[in-house]
Every structure is written in structure tokens, then in C-alpha cells.
């Protein structure tokens, strides 16, 4: 399985980053070995002392397909939760000044924490539920699809040009306003409805 992932989804967080709104989609890819394994806490790497949070919808895909239409992409997945794509900030920040690829910043180990999936169907408001980041008891980010830039289905046509999308495979959506960097001991709790989905704490 792959994790693709969607850079600067909401108009909130580019500006945050003084990033410009992209006309397409930003892409970049996270290897298996990113997941943080169940019941593991995060630890902040070595390499980095800028490491933020970054809570996002995720789409868990349930059938093959590539150049998927966006009026089929319904079709191609029935399952969501809330995830964090963890960044190595200071790292990225180089990495974008001198042109280089994300990947030492966004796809090191440890780097994709995943919470319960849910089914669609399940949720009380599948066309557009909302999630949410805790941090120690606080809320720190939330949003629901209906903000992104390019939606879902939008986001599965994009990628589908260049990616075969297989069962199993995440799209991490993009985050919105709100990220912050973490410090040890920090405890997060991520919310997709009302539901928790994941509790992770960080090492
Ligand atoms: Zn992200």
C-alpha cells in the first residue's frame, strides 16, 4: 500500500505558511514504513526540532482504479478517519529553499499516525463531517470537506492520472489552519464526528 498525500488543501493553512494557493493539487508520498504502529506513541526524531502535527481527513481506497472520472470517485472508497501527517518544519523549510524534494521532512519513519476508520455510512453527516485535533485538551484544528480547495473527489481524479490507486491505499487530504509543533509528553486526540478516532502521545 501507498500514502499519498495533498499539501496545502485549505485557503486558511496556505497563507499560515505564506504558501500561495495552488491551481492543481500538491502531491507527495509517504512509504509504508511511515505508520506508526498501533498502540505506539510518536517520537519526535533526532533530526529535527521543529517536528509539527498536521490532523487530516483520510480516505481509505477499496478498489482499483486510474484516470478515475470525478463523478465516479464516490465509488472507489466507503471508509474515513482522521489522521496526522507529522513534518519535520525546519527540515521542509530548507528542503523547499533550495528546491529539493519533501521527502526527509514528510515521509521519515513514525511520520503517519492513522485513526479508526469508520464507514461513510455510519457518519451523521457522510457529505460533510467534521474533524478535529485535541492537543492536551485543547482544540487546535478543525475543518470539514466542504472546506477544502479541491475535494475529495477532485483530489481522486488528480491523483488516479498519475497514481494507480489499489485497495488499501490512503490519501491524506491536506490540513487545515492550525499546526503547531510538538513537545514531549504532548497528547493528542483525534475526532471525526463525535467519535475518537485515535489517541496517540508523544515520546
Ligand atoms: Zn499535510
Redesign the pocket.
Given at each position: 500500500m501507498k500514502i499519498i498525500?495533498v499539501?496545502r488543501n485549505y485557503i486558511e493553512h496556505a497563507k499560515e505558511l505564506n504558501n500561495s494557493v495552488p491551481k492543481e493539487p500538491v502531491l507527495f508520498l509517504k512509504p509504508e514504513t511511515a505508520i506508526v504502529p498501533k498502540k505506539n506513541p510518536f517520537f519526535i526524531p533526532d533530526f529535527s526540532e521543529d517536528v509539527h502535527y498536521?490532523a487530516?481527513l483520510v480516505v481509505k481506497i477499496n478498489k482499483v482504479g486510474k484516470n478515475i472520472q470525478e463523478k465516479f470517485a464516490h465509488k472507489y472508497y466507503n471508509q474515513l478517519t482522521v489522521g496526522l501527517?507529522f513534518?519535520a518544519r525546519d527540515i521542509q523549510q530548507k528542503q523547499k529553499e533550495k528546491g529539493l524534494p519533501w521527502e526527509i521532512a514528510k515521509a521519515f519513519d513514525g511520520s503517519a499516525a492513522i485513526g479508526k476508520f469508520m464507514e461513510i455510512s455510519e457518519l451523521d453527516n457522510p457529505e460533510d463531517p467534521t474533524f478535529s485535533l485535541l492537543l492536551n485538551g485543547k482544540k487546535v484544528q478543525s475543518a470539514k470537506p466542504s472546506e477544502m480547495i479541491f475535494p475529495i473527489h477532485k483530489l481522486i481524479a488528480e491523483i488516479s492520472k498519475y497514481f494507480t490507486l489499489k485497495i488499501g491505499d490512503l490519501i491524506?487530504t491536506?490540513?487545515p489552519k492550525g499546526v503547531g509543533k510538538l513537545t514531549k509528553n504532548d497528547q493528542m486526540h483525534l475526532y471525526l464526528e463525535e467519535k475518537e478516532v485515535l489517541q496517540l502521545n508523544v515520546k
Open positions: 498525500c499539501g498536521e487530516e501527517d513534518t491524506f491536506g490540513t
